[in-house]
Protein backbone atom coordinates (compact mmCIF):
# COMPACT_ATOMS: atom_id res chain seq x y z
CA UNK A 1 0.00 0.00 0.00
CA UNK A 2 1.08 3.33 -0.59
CA UNK A 3 1.63 5.76 2.44
CA UNK A 4 0.46 8.78 0.81
CA UNK A 5 -2.19 8.86 -2.16
CA UNK A 6 -3.53 12.53 -3.82
CA UNK A 7 -5.93 12.01 -6.13
CA UNK A 8 -7.13 15.28 -8.53
CA UNK A 9 -6.32 17.51 -5.13
CA UNK A 10 -7.47 20.99 -5.85
CA UNK A 11 -7.50 24.21 -3.25
CA UNK A 12 -9.54 27.28 -3.51
CA UNK A 13 -9.00 30.37 -1.44
CA UNK A 14 -11.75 33.17 -1.02
CA UNK A 15 -10.59 36.09 0.33
CA UNK A 16 -12.92 39.46 -0.03
CA UNK A 17 -15.16 38.43 -2.41
CA UNK A 18 -12.19 37.07 -4.83
CA UNK A 19 -11.18 33.28 -5.35
CA UNK A 20 -7.49 32.43 -5.53
CA UNK A 21 -6.61 28.81 -6.78
CA UNK A 22 -3.46 26.93 -5.00
CA UNK A 23 -3.43 23.69 -5.97
CA UNK A 24 -5.20 22.50 -9.61
CA UNK A 25 -6.24 18.69 -9.65
CA UNK A 26 -2.53 17.43 -8.41
CA UNK A 27 -2.17 13.80 -8.24
CA UNK A 28 0.69 12.42 -6.30
CA UNK A 29 1.64 8.80 -5.10
CA UNK A 30 4.78 8.10 -2.37
CA UNK A 31 6.08 4.41 -1.84
CA UNK A 32 7.64 3.44 1.04
CA UNK A 33 11.45 4.74 1.59
CA UNK A 34 10.38 7.19 -1.37
CA UNK A 35 12.01 10.28 -1.54
CA UNK A 36 10.38 13.21 -3.36
CA UNK A 37 11.23 16.62 -3.92
CA UNK A 38 8.34 19.30 -4.55
CA UNK A 39 10.42 22.26 -6.63
CA UNK A 40 8.84 25.47 -8.24
CA UNK A 41 8.80 29.42 -7.57
CA UNK A 42 6.86 30.91 -4.51
CA UNK A 43 3.22 30.40 -4.69
CA UNK A 44 3.58 27.53 -6.86
CA UNK A 45 1.45 25.35 -4.80
CA UNK A 46 4.32 23.44 -2.84
CA UNK A 47 3.69 24.37 1.01
CA UNK A 48 0.09 24.24 0.04
CA UNK A 49 0.38 20.68 -0.82
CA UNK A 50 2.49 19.86 2.05
CA UNK A 51 -0.06 20.88 4.08
CA UNK A 52 -2.77 19.14 2.77
CA UNK A 53 -0.43 15.94 2.69
CA UNK A 54 0.00 16.43 6.78
CA UNK A 55 -3.71 16.39 7.21
CA UNK A 56 -2.71 20.07 8.44
CA UNK A 57 -5.65 21.64 5.77
CA UNK A 58 -8.10 19.73 3.35
CA UNK A 59 -9.02 19.88 0.01
CA UNK A 60 -11.57 22.12 -1.70
CA UNK A 61 -11.71 18.78 -4.40
CA UNK A 62 -10.70 15.82 -4.29
CA UNK A 63 -8.91 13.29 -1.70
CA UNK A 64 -5.73 12.97 0.49
CA UNK A 65 -5.36 9.44 1.60
CA UNK A 66 -2.38 8.43 4.24
CA UNK A 67 -1.78 4.96 4.90
CA UNK A 68 -5.12 4.16 3.04
CA UNK A 69 -7.26 6.44 5.38
CA UNK A 70 -9.06 9.27 3.67
CA UNK A 71 -8.17 12.51 5.74
CA UNK A 72 -11.59 14.20 4.62
CA UNK A 73 -13.31 11.42 6.42
CA UNK A 74 -11.80 11.39 9.78
CA UNK A 75 -13.00 13.52 12.47
CA UNK A 76 -10.85 15.69 14.97
CA UNK A 77 -9.59 13.19 17.64
CA UNK A 78 -8.89 10.91 14.60
CA UNK A 79 -7.05 13.12 12.69
CA UNK A 80 -5.27 14.05 15.68
CA UNK A 81 -4.05 10.40 16.11
CA UNK A 82 -3.15 9.99 12.60
CA UNK A 83 -1.04 13.04 12.47
CA UNK A 84 0.18 12.06 15.85
CA UNK A 85 1.27 8.34 15.05
CA UNK A 86 1.68 8.92 10.95
CA UNK A 87 3.22 11.86 10.38
CA UNK A 88 6.73 13.86 11.07
CA UNK A 89 7.11 17.49 10.05
CA UNK A 90 10.21 19.29 9.37
CA UNK A 91 10.36 23.28 8.95
CA UNK A 92 12.97 25.68 7.54
CA UNK A 93 12.78 27.23 10.89
CA UNK A 94 13.33 24.49 13.23
CA UNK A 95 10.31 25.25 15.60
CA UNK A 96 11.93 23.66 19.04
CA UNK A 97 11.01 24.72 22.05
CA UNK A 98 13.71 27.48 23.26
CA UNK A 99 12.54 26.13 27.17
CA UNK A 100 13.39 22.99 26.29
CA UNK A 101 16.73 21.41 26.25
CA UNK A 102 17.42 19.08 23.43
CA UNK A 103 16.58 15.60 24.79
CA UNK A 104 13.31 17.36 25.85
CA UNK A 105 12.75 18.55 22.65
CA UNK A 106 12.67 15.35 21.12
CA UNK A 107 10.45 13.22 24.01
CA UNK A 108 7.98 15.24 23.47
CA UNK A 109 5.68 13.98 21.20
CA UNK A 110 6.19 11.26 22.82
CA UNK A 111 5.26 12.67 26.28
CA UNK A 112 2.31 14.37 24.95
CA UNK A 113 0.91 10.75 23.42
CA UNK A 114 1.80 8.94 27.00
CA UNK A 115 4.55 6.71 25.32
CA UNK A 116 6.05 4.43 28.28
CA UNK A 117 9.15 4.97 27.13
CA UNK A 118 9.83 8.59 25.65
CA UNK A 119 13.57 8.95 27.20
CA UNK A 120 14.68 5.92 25.91
CA UNK A 121 13.21 6.43 22.47
CA UNK A 122 14.29 10.42 22.18
CA UNK A 123 18.45 8.90 23.44
CA UNK A 124 18.06 6.26 20.38
CA UNK A 125 17.09 9.18 17.68
CA UNK A 126 19.56 11.43 19.12
CA UNK A 127 22.33 9.16 18.81
CA UNK A 128 20.58 8.29 15.46
CA UNK A 129 21.78 12.14 14.13
CA UNK A 130 24.93 12.02 15.82
CA UNK A 131 23.86 14.41 19.22
CA UNK A 132 23.68 12.76 21.50
CA UNK A 133 26.39 14.53 23.41
CA UNK A 134 24.66 17.22 22.67
CA UNK A 135 21.12 16.30 24.70
CA UNK A 136 21.36 18.75 27.41
CA UNK A 137 21.75 21.74 25.47
CA UNK A 138 19.08 24.14 25.10
CA UNK A 139 18.63 25.43 21.62
CA UNK A 140 20.11 28.72 21.63
CA UNK A 141 23.41 26.88 22.35
CA UNK A 142 23.13 24.63 19.25
CA UNK A 143 24.43 25.93 15.56
CA UNK A 144 21.57 26.05 13.21
CA UNK A 145 22.40 22.60 11.77
CA UNK A 146 22.75 21.33 15.21
CA UNK A 147 19.14 22.53 15.56
CA UNK A 148 17.63 21.54 12.39
CA UNK A 149 19.23 17.56 13.02
CA UNK A 150 17.28 17.95 16.56
CA UNK A 151 14.43 18.68 14.81
CA UNK A 152 14.81 15.92 12.33
CA UNK A 153 15.13 13.46 15.69
CA UNK A 154 11.57 15.03 16.87
CA UNK A 155 9.99 14.01 13.63
CA UNK A 156 10.98 10.65 13.42
CA UNK A 157 10.75 9.96 17.59
CA UNK A 158 7.30 8.23 17.03
CA UNK A 159 8.50 5.80 13.98
CA UNK A 160 6.40 7.97 11.39
CA UNK A 161 5.13 6.44 8.22
CA UNK A 162 5.35 9.91 6.18
CA UNK A 163 7.99 12.51 6.72
CA UNK A 164 7.13 16.31 5.32
CA UNK A 165 9.76 18.47 5.21
CA UNK A 166 9.44 22.36 4.39
CA UNK A 167 12.95 23.86 3.16
CA UNK A 168 14.81 22.12 5.65
CA UNK A 169 17.93 23.63 4.02
CA UNK A 170 16.87 27.08 3.66
CA UNK A 171 18.59 28.45 6.77
CA UNK A 172 21.20 26.57 6.52
CA UNK A 173 25.01 26.79 4.41
CA UNK A 174 25.26 24.62 1.89
CA UNK A 175 27.69 22.13 3.74
CA UNK A 176 24.96 21.83 6.75
CA UNK A 177 22.52 21.64 4.10
CA UNK A 178 24.13 19.39 2.65
CA UNK A 179 24.45 16.57 6.08
CA UNK A 180 20.18 17.23 6.43
CA UNK A 181 20.01 16.20 3.35
CA UNK A 182 22.35 12.89 3.89
CA UNK A 183 19.56 12.36 7.05
CA UNK A 184 16.74 12.75 4.66
CA UNK A 185 17.95 10.33 2.47
CA UNK A 186 19.08 8.05 4.74
CA UNK A 187 15.27 8.26 6.49
CA UNK A 188 14.04 7.18 3.54
CA UNK A 189 16.41 4.17 2.55
CA UNK A 190 16.72 2.91 6.31
CA UNK A 191 13.19 3.26 7.54
CA UNK A 192 10.88 2.18 4.73
CA UNK A 193 9.62 6.51 5.20
CA UNK A 194 8.19 8.23 2.72
CA UNK A 195 9.92 11.41 2.99
CA UNK A 196 8.25 15.04 0.44
CA UNK A 197 10.64 17.52 0.49
CA UNK A 198 9.62 21.00 -0.76
CA UNK A 199 12.52 23.30 -2.24
CA UNK A 200 13.75 26.17 -4.05
CA UNK A 201 17.04 24.65 -4.61
CA UNK A 202 17.40 22.37 -7.49
CA UNK A 203 21.08 21.70 -5.92
CA UNK A 204 18.88 19.57 -3.25
CA UNK A 205 17.28 17.28 -5.75
CA UNK A 206 20.60 15.51 -6.64
CA UNK A 207 20.20 12.75 -3.65
CA UNK A 208 15.90 12.10 -4.28
CA UNK A 209 14.36 9.77 -5.98
CA UNK A 210 11.60 11.59 -7.83
CA UNK A 211 11.50 15.55 -8.48
CA UNK A 212 8.13 17.04 -9.17
CA UNK A 213 7.46 20.34 -10.55
CA UNK A 214 4.93 22.51 -9.77
CA UNK A 215 3.92 25.61 -11.29
CA UNK A 216 0.63 27.45 -10.80
CA UNK A 217 -0.93 25.16 -8.68
CA UNK A 218 -0.47 22.30 -11.38
CA UNK A 219 2.16 19.78 -11.74
CA UNK A 220 4.70 20.28 -14.87
CA UNK A 221 6.44 17.66 -14.69
Request: proline residues 3%; charged residues 20%.
Given at each position: ?S???A???A ?51 G ?8 T ?10 L ?6 FI???F ?7 A ?22 R??W ?5 L ?32 E?T?N?D????DL?L????R ?19 A???R ?5 D?R???
Amino acid sequence: MSILEARRVAKLYRTEGSTVSALAGVSLTVEPGQFIALVGRSGCGKSTLLNLCGAMDFPTSGEIFIDGQSTSSLKDAALTRLRREKVGFIFQSFQLLNTLTAIENVELPLLLAHHPNARQAAEERLRWVELQDLAQRFPHQLSGGQQQRVAIARALVHSPRLLLADEPTGNLDTSTGDLVLDLLRRTASQFSVGVIMATHSIESTAIVDRVVKLRDGRIEA
